[in-house]
């Protein structure tokens, strides 16, 4: 067994420990998408919006994939839905059941930036379309992506980021994602071990894993808030521990977003840190884990590729 450098859901009380991990793992000087400007604000604040990366004919691409997803998903497990309605509230594996999805997450937009701040090839360890419908989309409670990444699908460094590509405009009424920024330079162990098939309500709402009320009050009364909103289009950034949540969307406005999880290649997934068994495949690729460049990444053949 690999040490475990973040304990956690292993003890009786919440801990916070100084992150053991460089934030960006290659030299910022050399080659970098990114301004020194953009580097600098992320390496700070764990996070980085950027508006405007796709055009709008893109994006009228995107939605219209993602309904797709959402109407073909309705039956299968790696859709689930919202605990309080029948309104999909996330479909996962996105890059494997659509051609669409497959080519955005090599998309050098995104490929290119997750490659350098991680210093090597990169992997999907997860993939997913947030939809957070109009006045059904629910909250996700605040956490720290890493913790359950790194309890329950075995991930054994802070070597792994998020991009969210908004497919709707990210206003501050629908449910807009709020990050602590700089609070991925610390860990937030949890308290309670991880229930058997914890995952099947997890995804509905989180609450093994979840950071401590104390914990959370001093982070954000420490290092405030932030929401990053703008036009569908736009990427957010955001390191694996960063603090993250979202509230209730009780507007007539959709705020969907697509999400692709990029892990280096030598951080693949282990056996879980805490937890008895690792989660299925369509949340922590585990299988067949080949860099997103090797472009015979293949769609397994009971998914259908989009027109
Ligand atoms: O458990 C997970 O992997 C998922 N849960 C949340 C709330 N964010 C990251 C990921 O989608
Ligand atoms: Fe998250």
Not at 100 to 109: E, G, Q, V
Not at 123 to 130: A, C, E, F, G, W
Not at 245 to 251: A, C, L, V
Request: aromatic share 10%.
């Amino acid at each position: 067994m690999l040490n475990d450098m973040y304990r956690s859901r292993k003890d009786n009380k919440p801990q916070i420990t100084d992150r053991k991990d460089p934030v960006i793992w290659s030299d910022t000087a050399s080659g970098s998408v990114l301004s020194p400007a953009q580097e600098d604000f992320y390496e700070q604040n764990g996070f980085l919006f950027i508006e405007n990366v796709f055009s709008a004919d893109e994006i009228s691409t995107l939605r219209r994939e993602a309904e797709t997803l959402r109407q073909e998903g309705a039956a299968q497990e790696d859709t689930i839905k919202e605990a309080s309605s029948n309104a999909v509230r996330s479909v996962f594996r996105i890059h494997e059941k659509n051609r669409t999805y497959l080519d955005l997450m090599a998309d050098d937009r995104l490929a290119s930036i997750a490659e350098h701040i991680l210093n090597d090839e990169v992997y999907i360890h997860q993939s997913r379309v947030n939809f957070k419908p109009a006045f059904k989309g629910k909250e996700f409670y605040w956490h720290s992506d890493f913790e359950t990444w790194h309890t329950e699908d075995g991930m054994p460094r802070m070597r792994a980021l998020s991009m969210s590509i908004t497919l709707s405009e990210n206003t501050p009424y629908n449910g807009p994602l709020m990050l602590v920024p700089g609070s991925h330079k610390k860990f937030i162990s949890c308290v309670g071990e991880t229930p058997d098939d914890n995952y099947k309500n997890s995804l509905k709402a989180q609450k093994y894993g979840t950071p401590d009320q104390e914990s959370l009050t001093a982070m954000i009364r420490k290092h405030g808030l932030a929401a990053p909103t703008g036009p569908a289009g736009s990427v957010l950034i955001f390191d694996c521990t960063t603090l993250h949540g979202s509230g209730n969307n009780i507007t007539p406005f959709p705020r969907s977003n697509a999400f692709f999880v990029y892990n280096s290649m030598q951080n693949r997934v282990v056996a879980p840190f805490a937890a008895n068994s690792p989660r299925p495949d369509f949340l922590a690729t585990r299988e067949n884990i080949r860099p997103i460049r090797d472009r015979k990444v293949q769609m397994p053949s009971h998914f259908k590729a989009a027109e």
